[in-house]
Every structure is written in C-alpha cells, then in structure tokens.
C-alpha cells in the first residue's frame, strides 16, 4: 500500500499555501498514494500574530480546509491535514487543529494539539504557544484505509503517555505532523520519532515543514516514514515536495510477534510526591 507526505515550506498567505496543498493532493493521487499527510500549520505559518490575525477563521468557515476537502473529493485520496490555525477555542484563544478528511471530502476526525511550545531557546528564540493557543483535551483515533490512525501533533512527540493511550486504542499508525525548528530537529527528531515506533510496534508518519520560511523561522524538514521494528522508510531530507513510501500493514502484527512488548504493558501506580 503506497502513502504520500507532502514536505512543506508553508508562507504567510493562506492563498498560497492552499494552492500548494491542492497540487499536493493531486501529485498524491496521481502517484498512486491512498492517503496523504502533511505537516502542522499547512495553512499559515506566521509568528508575526498582528500580520496573521487577518486571515484566521473559524473552522466552518477556514478557505484553506474548504479547499482541500474539494481536493480530496475530487481525487478520491484520503487526507491526514496535519493541522491549521483556527479561532474557536476557550477564552477566545486558537486551536491548532488537525483533520482525517476522507476520499469524499468529508472530515472523519478532528484533534487539537495538547501539549503547547513554551520554550527558550539557546539560539535566543522564544517560543510561547500557550499564548495564543488553547491546549486540546481528548486523545483521538480514526479508521483509515491505512490502519487505525493515532493524531498527534509536533511538540506532543516528547510525551510518550500520549502514544501510549493512543495504542492502547488500538492505533497501528502514528501521525506526527510538525514543524519542529533546526537545533530540536538536528538533536532529537530521528531519535524519537523511531522511538514512537519500536515501543507500540507501530508505523510512524511524520509530515515536516522545511526550510526558510516567510515568517523569518527556519524550519528542521526530514519528513519521515517509520516501520514497526523502526527502520526508516523514507526521510526526505529538506527538499520541498511530495514522497512516497510502500508500508506493509501486516508488518506491524509480525513485529509484534517478535517482540511483543504491547502485550506486556501494566499499569503503573504513581510514587508518592516529595
């Protein structure tokens, strides 16, 4: 089975962006893909909140994902949209929101990031996610063509607990659309993407986004296909574009097999606090 991950280099303008996305999908469709991902913010990518507060909607009425639910319809491809920035949370915050739209276009699921980027960084960039954005609440699975879907999204990777519910619900494959910036990318990316993979004996797929960006930010791009035992499948290094990976679905059951470490999963009670 042939999946598709489109590496981007997402811009200020909404527009743009769509335009991209749509030829993506259609690129996807054309190559025999099933399904396609792509990465966190594919619709706007702007740390720059004044110039971006002009182009941001309410789901319902987001151009972006109007557009590339025609797309998906029209191409019959199945669309993992990695996320977009949407109004409509608590306190008038944002979501950064992902979706599984299905081959008529239709949205099968919705998941809102849950652990949010509050970080400086030794290279003087700060980064405060929780700023503008509410934090999402609920774990979230879809059926899709390629297995049990498990959403995730960019900084969530450094929570294992997540992906531990995730799989617990049966998930097979993990979608980690993100956006992650040069030195985590360099230091920790590969590492725990493969990471995700071995313990649950499950596919990782990993939309990025690369390179220099309108926004001013450098983004760490190696889009990246996991296997079950994790070995790379692809990683598209930093180039902008679509790539295709073959995934073999029974290799998850036969990994498991070999080394059932799912099965052997128990609860852990807490420690006590200091």
């Not at 042939?2 to 999908?25: C, E, F, T, V, W």
């Not at 993992?80 to 276009?105: E, Y």
């Not at 590969?190 to 071995?198: P, Q």
């Amino acid at each position: 089975m042939k999946i598709a991950l489109y590496q981007a280099q997402s811009g200020i303008d909404p527009a743009r962006n769509a335009k991209d996305l749509i030829a993506a999908i259609e690129q996807a469709s054309a190559g025999g893909a099933v399904m396609l991902f792509t990465p966190e913010m594919s619709g706007l990518l702007d740390r720059d909140r004044a110039r971006a507060e002009v182009h941001l909607r309410d789901e319902a009425n987001d151009p972006v994902l109007a557009a590339v639910r025609e797309a998906a319809g029209r191409t019959h491809l199945w669309l993992h949209l990695g996320s977009l920035a949407l109004r409509g949370g608590p306190d008038g915050k944002l979501v950064n929101r992902g979706f599984v739209i299905d081959n008529q276009g239709q949205i099968r699921a919705r998941y809102d990031k849950i652990h949010l980027f509050d970080v400086d960084l030794p290279t003087g960039e700060s980064w405060r996610e929780s700023a503008a954005y509410a934090s999402g609440a609920q774990p979230v699975v879809a059926d899709t063509p390629v297995g049990r879907l498990g959403l995730s999204i960019c900084y969530d990777l450094r929570f294992p607990d997540l992906y531990r519910s995730l799989t617990d619900a049966g998930a097979t494959m993990l979608a980690v659309p993100a956006a992650f910036t040069v030195p985590t990318g360099q230091a920790h990316w590969h590492i725990l993407l493969r990471a995700r993979a071995i313990e649950a004996g499950v596919f990782v797929v990993a939309a990025a986004q690369t390179g220099h960006h309108a926004d001013g930010r450098d983004t760490f791009g190696h889009s990246l296909v996991v296997d079950p035992w994790g070995t790379i499948l692809l990683d598209m290094e930093t180039g902008q574009g679509v790539g295709f990976a073959e995934i073999e679905l029974d290799r998850v059951t036969e990994v498991r097999r070999r080394l059932p470490a799912i099965e052997h999963r128990r609860p852990i009670a807490p420690l006590p606090s200091k």
